[in-house]
């Protein structure tokens, strides 16, 4: 099956610096998404990519779909302790079969004071 | 409802007994799709309902797991004989489908299940 390969595993960084993460897959999927998770809560939605090269940003947020279609990337610009917690890229693929999601493994976010 | 919601938010059971984990979407949705996140890792997709059927049961692990959706709104996932090896959190999600040009999922807050 798709295997999602996200790094790092986990940072530790100061408040205030910049912060990136990426994903790679053995195949290509159709939409990107990136989701935060805090404790004892679901993933929530942070940016969705639909198109190979897309570049969005939703405030402090940026990420990009890479034009293979097979890695995407997330940036954070000048962290604050609420960036805190594990975020997950997703891949999606249309049509055919599941509409559902496949997850990486996450990138647990620690900011030292 | 506003969000999804999950009940119960914790579940703790022995071995080999049975377990009902509720889902209610957002109110509209027509797609429910359920996955299970063990510690350290990300959520892995169980099953997926359209409606009241379910359009691709592929990820539930082997056949003590079952989940319904009889009227299209509500799903109940149903574990028998469990395993320690069941433990993990439950995830359910809602979304519109591709109504817009985009399926956006919008996920609960998960039900966590441990085996004794």
């Known amino acids: 099956g798709q295997q999602l390969n996200q790094s790092p595993q986990s940072m530790f960084i100061q408040e205030g610096e910049d912060v990136s993460m990426n994903c790679t897959s053995s195949s290509i999927f159709n939409t990107w998404l990136w989701y935060k998770q805090d404790p004892g809560e679901g993933p929530v939605l942070l940016i969705a990519?639909?198109?190979?090269?897309e570049l969005t940003s939703n405030g402090r947020l940026t990420a990009q779909f890479g034009i293979t279609r097979k890695d995407s990337f997330l940036n954070i610009s000048a962290s604050i302790p609420s960036d805190v917690g594990i975020y997950f890229c997703a891949g999606q693929l249309t049509g055919g079969g599941a509409d559902g999601l496949t997850f990486g493994k996450g990138t647990h976010l620690i900011i030292q004071p | 409802g506003a969000g999804v919601s999950q009940t119960p938010s914790n579940k703790v059971t022995e071995k080999g007994k049975y377990v009902e984990l509720r889902c209610d979407p957002i109110?509209?949705?027509?797609?429910l799709y359920w996955y299970r996140q063990s510690l350290g890792q990300g959520p892995e997709f169980l099953i997926y309902?359209?409606?009241?059927?379910?359009?691709?049961d592929s990820g539930l692990p082997n056949d003590r797991f079952f989940a319904v959706r009889p009227e299209g709104s509500v799903s109940t996932l149903k574990i028998q004989r469990t395993e320690r090896g069941d433990s993990a959190v439950y995830l359910c999600?809602?979304?519109?489908?591709?109504?817009?040009?985009?399926?956006?999922?919008?996920f609960g807050a998960g039900s966590r299940l441990t085996v004794l």
């Open positions: 999600a809602s979304s519109l489908g591709w109504l817009t040009g985009a399926n956006v999922l919008t």
């Open positions: 109110s509209g949705h027509t797609a």
């Open positions: 309902f359209q409606g009241t059927g379910a359009a691709d």
């Open positions: 990519l639909y198109k190979a090269g």
